[in-house]
């Protein structure tokens, strides 16, 4: 599938900025019209080149080699696999590349061309696999504390220590707990970049996703549950937590925490992610498609961290001499 513009037959892609369909060649405003292709899904459905290349296991939306048209694979959105939501890029291809800057251009040991116009011009929009979880839970909390009061009589300090069952008993629903449900993208950095505005979503449409690649789900709700019921379980902890204040020290005899799944759907979220090699390895930084958050540890350059240190002690030793002749000339 591919949505071409009505007025000069060029790929109309999704526009962050503008929230709307735009036409990058004749400037048209939501003149697209959906082409879907009646090829093999490894062929783009606008020039017939072969996507070989591009199309993986779960590839669901990629950028033809050839032509440069944004393809979407049909039968990848579609069935089994048509999301129940979709939350639209909010920031732009310049506004990612400029919040990337913003966080990590004035870092001193950054290697030269980590932020080029080069590099960055390889940064893509994705649209990552998640499964939104609601749960139902009922909890149940048992611990001893502690309350500490001293005082003074005489020639004597007294301290009392005052021991107190804890008991709480928490009802908590959850409502879209998200996991990502893609193997490419690493939980640890999917994790971070939470929190989405969730009120975003939007029923699925294929129009938000031309422009941008797209992954199908990799792995089952099922098999993701787990990760789910983690986070929820951690929520509930810290609920529970955060409800007992007053003692000196707490321990935890029991926690119990009961989970009923009551919904899953299937959603795709917005990523930008740039990749930047630096000494045959790759670095990953991901910037959250629609609140902007960015998330990335830029690599060191080690002749930038020696010519600190140079000029460090350059400067140190002739701050020194500086000293000692003046010391000298007083005397």
């Given at each position: ?20 369909m735009c036409c990058p060649h004749c400037e048209g405003i939501d003149t697209e019209e959906k082409i879907v292709s009646t090829e093999s899904i490894k062929t783009c459905a606008n020039c ?199 003692y000196a020290t707490v321990k935890k005899k029991r926690f119990d925490v009961n989970a009923k799944k009551t919904r899953v759907e299937y959603a795709l979220l917005p990523v930008w992610e740039y990749v930047f090699r630096y000494h045959n390895e790759n670095y990953k930084f991901h910037v959250n498609g629609q609140t902007g958050k960015v998330v ?36």
């Amino acid at each position: 599938m591919i949505f071409k513009c009505k007025n000069c037959g060029g790929n109309i892609v999704y526009d962050p900025d503008k929230g709307t369909m735009c036409c990058p060649h004749c400037e048209g405003i939501d003149t697209e019209e959906k082409i879907v292709s009646t090829e093999s899904i490894k062929t783009c459905a606008n020039c017939g080149a072969p996507m070989d290349s591009v199309v993986l296991e779960h590839t669901s939306a990629t950028k033809c080699p050839s032509c440069g048209s944004y393809v979407i694979l049909d039968e990848r959105v579609q069935g089994d696999y048509e999301p129940d939501k979709i939350l639209p890029f909010r920031i732009s291809r310049n506004k990612a590349i400029n919040l990337l800057r913003d966080e990590f251009g004035r870092r001193v040991f950054t290697p030269e061309g980590f932020l080029s116009n080069a590099s960055v011009s390889k940064i893509e929009g994705t649209y990552v696999p998640f499964f939104m979880y609601d749960y139902d839970t009922d909890s149940e909390y048992r611990g001893t504390g502690t309350k500490v009061r001293s005082w003074t009589s005489g020639d004597y300090e007294y301290t009392e220590t005052s021991y107190y069952d804890i008991h709480r008993v928490m009802e908590a629903d959850f409502k879209g707990v998200p996991v990502d449900a893609s193997d490419y993208m690493d939980d640890q950095y999917m994790d971070l970049m939470e929190p989405y505005a969730y009120e975003g979503l939007e029923g699925f449409e294929e129009k938000y996703m031309s422009g941008f690649l797209g992954e199908k789900y990799n792995r089952s709700e099922e098999e993701l549950a787990e990760r789910a019921e983690k986070k929820v379980g951690s929520a509930v902890e810290t609920l529970v937590d955060e409800s007992i204040s007053g003692y000196a020290t707490v321990k935890k005899k029991r926690f119990d925490v009961n989970a009923k799944k009551t919904r899953v759907e299937y959603a795709l979220l917005p990523v930008w992610e740039y990749v930047f090699r630096y000494h045959n390895e790759n670095y990953k930084f991901h910037v959250n498609g629609q609140t902007g958050k960015v998330v990335g540890k830029t690599p060191v350059s080690k002749e930038k961290v020696l010519l600190y240190g140079f000029t460090v002690f350059g400067i140190t030793a002739i701050l020194g001499s500086m000293l000692r002749l003046l010391l000298v000339a007083l005397l």
